[in-house]
């Protein structure tokens, strides 16, 4: 099992608790005069539901970048110490939930690696489908000598990308970028910097969201507009799909790299965006609730008492109750201090991990028909057990809503899912599932209703985990997987022809990566 540098355990999902896993959230600032390093922090900790493995932030003072890492959630990585320590007016920053590459240190962003005038620290939200053909190229590009962060055993596509922004002599990082981004094939939204430049860019698609924010001394862009609330600074747009944007002491100025069709993820309406995000032009808060109503619509049942599964099927829930006039209450209780469960070492001990989370009230369900609102199902262990704790909590009946369609396909664009062979749709009806969770009935929204709820244009959704219809095409199964770069022999030079953790860079930067 994984420790920290302090020996304590990593807080780790239980096996058969897996449920769709967040992508991971990013955030930059250029602001001169402001304590940047604070504000990525606070901007970090409103995007920690995008990623809880790992933190990171890294900072500039126009001279010398300082990166610093650690495994955990950002409340646990940095303290006034380190982020006293971080000084300058640029920051990137990231948290992590590990769609490409194993859950290690070496993996924590942002990475750091040499570029032909200087240093490049880099934070990435998505997941590229072709790290194949990118290893590839950075061999053919730089061979044995050019390795960057992929020299200390960073086995992440972000890692591909921060080896190929190494450029020369002859074009500005800026330039590099334009000729390297559209090389990138899948879902990308990329904060990086280097000792004098903030940059931010999303792929083609726009799959995974952006967005740009204005501080009054400065700039901002992160994964989602909670991000810009917290730190105070005005939502401007979303960046664009296929955009570069570069902020500097000359201002901010946007570059196009690409067109393609949009395919925003819809996911993100149902799950993987906190409700207070604005995607699109579209409330994500209002789009669930939309979701609850038209799942009353579609799938309506006599009962006494909506419910949801906190906190991610609560506006749906309030949606279905306000259709269907059927009274929304609280039946489950969340303990606030459990954020992921640990590996427990038995599977007795491992039926607890949900009781851990979740406890019914029971005398708010005794007696009750219930209408059980949730998000997602994936595997199904959760809704399993929380059907047999209400009912032995009391409850006379437990009819389960989903504000999703089956899940049956995975997702290679930086949602980690379980396999296809462990998605509970993939094998079994409507019916028979909800035989499996032990409810008396089972309604999921279709997909057109789903949809509709997020008022977007269909053609303009990314939504093959529902679907199988991926608007990326995607490479053949072997160049596929999490650990595609763990398992491939990377012929990209020695551990000494890169960065180390605790010395200075070829670009005079600084790293302050752990104790």
């Not at 990171?56 to 890492?69: E, H, P, R, W």
């Not at 199904?380 to 899940?407: D, F, K």
Request: net charge negative; charged share 20%.
């Amino acid at each position: 099992m994984p420790l920290r540098p302090d020996g304590r355990l990593n807080h780790e999902l239980m096996p058969g608790e897996k449920g769709p896993q967040d992508a991971c959230g990013v955030f930059g600032v250029w602001a001169p005069g402001e304590e940047v390093a604070k504000l990525t922090y606070f901007g970090l900790y409103s995007l920690q539901h995008r990623g809880q493995e790992s933190a990171g932030i890294a900072t500039s003072n126009g001279d010398q970048i300082l990166v610093y890492k650690d495994m955990g959630l950002v409340s646990q990585v940095f303290d006034e110490t380190a982020l006293n320590a971080l000084t300058g007016h640029i920051a990137v920053g990231h948290c992590r939930y590990s769609t490409t590459g194993g859950v290690t240190w070496e993996n924590a962003q942002p990475t750091l690696g040499p570029t032909a005038s200087g240093t490049v620290a880099l934070g990435h939200n998505g997941n590229l489908i072709n790290s194949g053909e990118l290893v590839d190229l950075v061999a053919e590009r730089y061979g044995a000598q050019r390795r960057g962060e992929l020299a200390r055993g960073n086995t992440t596509d972000t890692a591909l990308i921060t080896a190929l922004l190494a450029g020369d002599p002859d074009h500005t990082l800026e330039a590099t970028a334009v000729e390297v981004l559209p090389r990138l094939r899948g879902a990308f939204s990329l904060v990086f910097m280097d000792e004098t430049t903030l940059y931010a860019a999303r792929d083609p698609q726009g799959v995974r969201p952006l967005v740009l924010g204005r501080l009054e001394r400065g700039w901002v862009v992160a994964s989602e507009t909670p991000a810009l609330d917290i730190v105070g600074a005005s939502y401007v747009r979303d960046v664009e799909p296929g955009e570069l944007i570069c902020i500097d002491a000359d201002g901010l100025r946007s570059t196009r790299f690409g067109t393609a069709q949009r395919a925003s993820c819809v996911f993100e309406y149902v799950y993987l965006a906190r409700p207070d995000h604005t995607l699109n032009g579209r409330s994500v808060h209002a789009a669930r609730v939309e979701m609850g109503r038209e799942l009353a619509r579609e799938h309506p049942v006599d009962a006494d008492l909506v419910i949801a599964t906190p906190e991610s099927g609560t506006p749906a829930a309030i949606g279905y109750a306000t259709e269907s006039g059927i009274p929304f209450g609280q039946g489950l209780t969340k303990n606030a201090y459990v954020g992921r469960t640990f590996i427990q070492p038995s599977d007795t001990l491992r039926q607890l991990g949900i009781r851990l989370k979740l406890n019914p009230l029971r005398e708010n369900v005794r007696g009750k028909r219930l209408v059980v609102v949730d998000d997602s199902i994936v595997r199904g262990n959760t809704q399993r057990a929380l059907v047999r704790m209400l009912r032995e909590a009391g409850a006379a009946e437990v009819h389960v809503r989903i504000s999703s369609p089956p899940v049956k396909w995975p997702c290679f664009y930086g949602i980690d899912f379980a396999s296809r062979a462990e998605l509970i749709a993939n094998g079994l009806g409507v019916e028979e599932i909800g035989q499996s969770l032990g409810a008396d009935s089972l309604g999921y929204i279709s997909a057109e209703g789903m949809i509709a709820a997020t008022e977007q244009p269909a053609s303009q959704l990314c939504a093959a985990c529902f679907t199988g219809k991926y608007p990326i095409e995607l490479p053949s199964d072997d160049q596929l997987g999490k650990h595609l770069l763990e398992q491939a022999e990377l012929p990209l030079g020695a551990p000494e022809d890169g960065l180390s953790a605790l010395t200075v860079s070829a670009g005079g930067s600084g790293a302050l990566d752990r104790p």
